[in-house]
């Protein structure tokens, strides 16, 4: 089989090798005018995302265009000072590297291949293309097949910006184009989507020793202490739960609230619940995902909070109405499997110590929020927590500012995007070792007894336990350094 999209990824490395030889002054002129281009056109992104997939136009400038204009603002700011070279002191170096001087460069990768997703289609793919563009690589980007209007916006503004149409290529939005960009001459890979399709990505890119950078599905939780404003949490657990209609990956999908929190939660979430309708999503799939989660709860004795009918999903296009589950379980699928539609199982529990093991019993670990009146709690419990980013008395928002990074755990991926560690991921560390002077007692120095008589005082001098044994290798080590200076070999 031929290799695909060949002229592309020859285009791309030659234009990023030019690139990459630019002045990060350059490359951060480029960012700042699509920053302006952001705000120039707010409403036409809005429009392109909202023709794509049925969203509210305000709800996509506030998720979408406002923090990745804020992310390419941060580039600007830090960028250069991040990706500087990095001089080691000379206080860290040993005796033995005496003379030597080591500077940390970061490198780009090559060419990064991004497959994009739909649910936040300006931030979730702006974001990574630009910090992997500043770090000197060039871009191969598959789009998501179903956000292709806002596609063609989003490159068209990058290439307004002053990127060049080589270094930054946008492949056809299909679903055949991603997994022929896994076979393309790539050095790094970062993906946006479900963790079925991650882990054939990871199999795949493992087996060609590709890099890669995974962000993939959740199941997040949120813990309501006995201590915790219930009004508070059950108002964020909703906001939670139907932010973008549920298609969120830091979605709350399962709420383990005290027992003496409980009715109050229970009762805000009706008052919420019952006035809402059926919502349109992307994806037929996902209205009878989440209609076989109800299902199966409700059978296991869950029960719907605020309808007498179970619900179910709905075509033309793909509906299903916002659902809560009162006395769910973390055994239940709803607890346990990643779904893309506006569902929530509620837990009580008794016994702050179980918590862990009850949220344990789900694979997935993006994100979770806790809720209490002593935050110090909290961050007690989130450091128990094997998730990648815990909100204290929120939920979401946190998680979009443009300095902190982005990513998951276990089943939820690895790597990170966004803030400082994003942008180092899109780089690979290179040590540069610069030693003066002619002087090189190492060399030969397997045959050369003055040698390691030497090596083996410093040894003694910089870890022995006691302080005479240091002495001793002091000692040594000056015995050592004088004979090789008499030449005894």
């Known amino acids: 089989m031929p290799e695909p999209f060949v002229d592309e990824a020859a285009r791309c490395r030659i234009a990023q090798r030019a690139w990459a030889d630019t002045s990060m002054r350059e490359r951060l002129a480029v960012v700042r005018r699509l920053r302006h281009l952001f705000a120039e056109h707010a409403e036409r992104l809005c429009l392109a995302t909202t023709q794509d997939v049925d969203r509210s136009a305000d709800e996509v400038l506030g998720t979408d265009v406002l923090p990745s204009a804020d992310a390419l603002r941060f580039l600007e700011r830090r960028a250069a000072r991040i990706l500087r070279p990095r001089h080691v002191p000379d206080r860290l170096r040993p005796w033995w590297l ?16 991004v497959i994009g997703t739909w649910n936040y289609p300006i931030l979730l793919n702006a974001v990574p293309i630009a910090q992997t563009l500043v770090a000197g690589n060039g871009v191969l980007w598959k789009p998501s097949e179903l956000s292709t209007t806002g596609s063609e916006l989003l490159h068209e503004l990058f290439l307004a910006a002053g990127f060049p149409a080589d270094l930054f290529i946008r492949l056809p939005a299909t679903r055949e184009a991603g997994p022929a960009l896994l076979e393309t001459n790539i050095d790094h890979l970062v993906f946006t989507g479900s963790a079925d399709v991650g882990r054939k990505i990871a199999i795949r890119c493992a087996e060609r020793m590709i890099p890669t950078t995974l962000e993939l599905s959740g199941c997040d939780a949120l813990f309501v202490l006995d201590d915790a404003d219930a009004d508070l949490a059950a108002r964020a657990a909703w906001f939670g739960v139907t932010l973008n209609l549920g298609q969120t990956c830091l979605a709350i999908r399962r709420a383990f609230v005290h027992r003496s929190r409980h009715d109050a939660f229970v009762e805000v979430l009706r008052r919420l619940v019952e006035p809402t309708r059926t919502e349109p ?19 296991r ?77 909290a961050t007690r419990l989130a450091e128990q927590l094997r998730v990648g980013s815990v909100s204290i008395n929120d939920v979401l928002v946190g998680t979009a500012h443009p300095a902190v990074p982005f990513g998951g755990v276990r089943h939820s991926g690895w790597g990170v995007t966004r803030g400082v560690e994003g942008l180092l991921a899109m780089t690979v560390p290179q040590v540069v070792t610069i030693r003066k002077g002619k002087f090189r007692p190492h060399y030969g120095s397997g045959d050369n007894p003055a040698i390691a008589q030497t090596l083996r005082g410093l040894l003694a001098w910089g870890h022995a336990a006691r302080g005479r044994e240091r002495r001793a290798g002091i000692r040594q080590m000056l015995r050592g350094l004088w004979r090789f200076a008499k030449g005894f070999g």
């Open 98 to 113: 005496l003379g030597e001087r080591e500077t940390i460069h970061r490198r780009p990768h090559g060419i990064v291949g």
């Open 281 to 299: 999503l992307a994806l037929m799939a996902q209205a009878l995902q989440a209609e076989r989660l109800v299902g199966e709860a409700v059978q």
């Open 301 to 377: 004795g869950a029960s719907v909070l605020g309808f007498n009918e179970t619900p179910t999903a709905l075509d033309d296009p793909p509906r299903f109405r916002p659902t809560i589950l009162i006395g769910a379980n973390p055994e239940m699928a709803i607890c346990r499997e990643a779904s893309f539609a506006p569902l929530l199982g509620v837990i009580p529990f008794d016994n702050e110590d179980e918590l862990i093991e009850l949220s344990e019993s789900c694979n997935f670990g993006l994100g979770a929020s806790v809720f209490t009146s002593h935050p110090r709690r």
